[in-house]
């Protein structure tokens, strides 16, 4: 005889249904501001402010992994995550900004560039540099927008369990009720969120998107402190719960945080360079109104970092004593293993109970995730629209709203193409468990095309050729450690393959790509001096 279960809340599903609700009148909102022309639809007409381009640009960088990503880590490898993930990401990060952003900022107003190829091809006058880097760039994206949409599909499938008991039943082997049962599908879920981010992008264009990310911002950063401290009051404060850390079995653990390697730490700064190469970001520099936009984005964003990233931290560590102890409940993994992403919603089920903070986290969780999305999206039809149709058929063959039609197509197709293939991702745990793992590849990826980069910016003697021959050998070093990583079959009993000499891949991807263009820089012509004067002097050149 198969049991049944009770309907659960609906409550948590209106919290976030409004919430969805808000993000599409958002978007109707900003579309009403746009002036026509394809440098408002694609850069805000360079309009941005400092707090706008602060919240943006903090939004855009976090994901759904922020809040509950961390909590799981830190439950499973104690504080030790602070320092490899928040502290790492928070000084590199600033210094990007500044080193960097700045910069590319000025360039960019200077000669009208909207996307990094533009530029990139300029500098090295190569528009074959141009053309390799858009197909990389979009390669590295796309399993990006696969974790997003995948993520977004399960946390509301897991949002909503037992939500829809006649509706959308899914039984065990056994013929009782699966612990997911009467919740949204995965295809639904993620439908409905690449609907709304779709909505507001397609209307709004950029400046949608970082109304939307400022909004999303404030959502996300707001309910993780707010979880904070109902669940450290359920805990009896601060000061008392980590009393009882210390007395549970997994203090130690913990404390120490004692699995992370030190040369595993010590790498992990290399990730965070992967900023300087998204091409989403790129495009959330050239909105600044001014330089000064950028002062307090660098000041503020280690600050929200850690604003973001304490709280959840914490909270996997105590959530890691009490389980250890007996006192919380976690769903399993096949070999036994307690599931660390579930972490932070059994904490919220089964300590504060309560369906008002299950829907504002869960609208905090999926503002973390579509703060991302939307860049992205608006990224990939920047580009495909400036450096391929544009770029193939001439600057002047379109007007501003044909470029932009052109740009809201291509969006079109490429969320069309994303969530398809994120539902056949997901028809298969396996196939969805390798794209989650395909995340920690794509910033990789992108930290190894830093130095690429950092030499245009601020090295004249960096050639073509060593730019093109950087890029290539990132590339393939790349595509060797992948290999190794995702397909190969890896030796019994291996721990985690991710780690080379007990370092971050990335560090070998990057030292490669670093290596190449220094040496071929040294020994192939030097560019012309009036191509290299354009970008280092500011007197020179012609504006567009």
């Given amino acids: 005889m198969m049991l049944t279960i009770a309907q659960a809340s609906l409550v948590p599903l209106w919290i976030i249904v409004g919430y969805l609700a808000l993000l599409l009148g958002l978007g109707v909102v900003s579309s009403r501001f746009f002036k026509g022309t394809a440098a408002d639809y694609f850069v805000v007409s360079r309009s941005v402010g400092s707090f706008l381009l602060l919240m943006s640009v903090f939004g855009t960088t976090m994901t759904g992994f922020a809040l509950v990503g961390s909590t799981g880590e830190s439950f499973a490898k104690g504080i030790g995550v602070y320092g490899l993930m928040a502290s790492w990401s928070g000084l590199v990060h600033s210094a990007v900004f500044f080193l960097i952003g700045i910069r590319l900022w000025a360039v960019g107003k200077r000669y009208g560039y909207l996307t990094q190829c533009e530029y990139f091809r300029d500098r090295f006058d190569s528009p074959a540099l141009g053309y390799i880097l858009f197909s990389i760039l979009v390669l590295l994206l796309i399993p990006y927008l696969l974790v997003g949409v995948i993520a977004s599909g399960r946390f509301l499938q897991a949002t909503t369990a037992g939500m829809f008991p006649d509706t959308f039943v899914m039984t065990l082997p056994n013929g009782n009720p699966h612990p997911l049962t009467g919740s949204l599908p995965l295809w639904l879920g993620s439908l409905v969120v690449c609907l709304v981010v779709l909505g507001y992008v397609f209307f709004g264009g950029l400046r949608g998107a970082v ?8 959502v996300f950063m707001t309910t993780g402190v707010i979880a904070f401290y109902l669940i450290a009051q359920k805990f009896g404060g601060l000061q008392a719960a980590s009393a009882k850390l210390l007395e549970s079995t997994s203090a130690e653990r913990a404390a120490r945080g004692s699995q992370i390697g030190q040369a595993q730490f010590f790498t992990y700064c290399f990730v965070p360079l992967s900023v300087g190469m998204f091409p989403h970001l790129f495009q959330h520099w050239l909105t600044a109104r001014s330089a000064r936009s950028f002062r307090l984005t660098v000041v503020a964003h280690p600050v929200f970092i850690a604003i973001v990233w304490t709280p959840c931290i914490l909270i996997g560590m105590w959530a890691a004593g009490l389980f250890a102890d007996g006192g919380l409940r976690l769903p399993k993994n096949p070999d036994g293993t307690p599931i660390s992403n579930a972490v932070l919603g059994a904490v919220i089920n089964q300590l504060v109970h309560s369906n008002v903070l299950s829907g504002l986290v869960g609208a905090g969780v999926l503002a973390a995730i579509m703060s991302s999305l939307d ?27 044909q470029k932009v039609w052109i740009s809201r197509v291509f969006i079109l197709a490429i969320v069309g193409v994303t969530y398809g293939l994120a539902v056949y991702m ?50 393939a070093v790349w595509a060797v450690l992948f290999y190794r990583d995702i397909f190969a079959e890896k030796p019994p009993g291996s721990e985690d393959e991710k780690l ?3 370092m971050m891949p990335v560090t070998f991807i990057f030292a490669a790509s670093a290596l190449t263009i220094i040496l071929v820089s040294l020994i192939t012509r030097p560019l012309p001096e009036a191509t290299v004067r354009r970008f280092f002097d500011p007197d020179a050149g012609d504006r567009r």
């Fill in 500 to 502: 080379i000499l007990g």
């Fill in 426 to 475: 997901m028809g298969d745990d396996r196939r969805s468990q390798s794209v989650f793992a395909l995340g920690v590849w794509c910033f990789s990826g992108f930290a190894a095309l830093f130095p690429l980069v950092f030499a245009a910016v601020y090295w004249k003697r960096a050639t073509r050729a060593g730019a093109l021959a950087s890029v290539l050998v990132a590339a």
């Fill in 375 to 401: 860049s992205q999206f608006m990224c990939i039809g920047t580009m495909f629209t400036n450096d391929i149709v544009v770029r193939t058929c001439g600057h002047d063959r379109f007007s501003d709203r």
């Fill in 211 to 218: 109304w939307a990310n400022t909004f999303q911002t404030i």
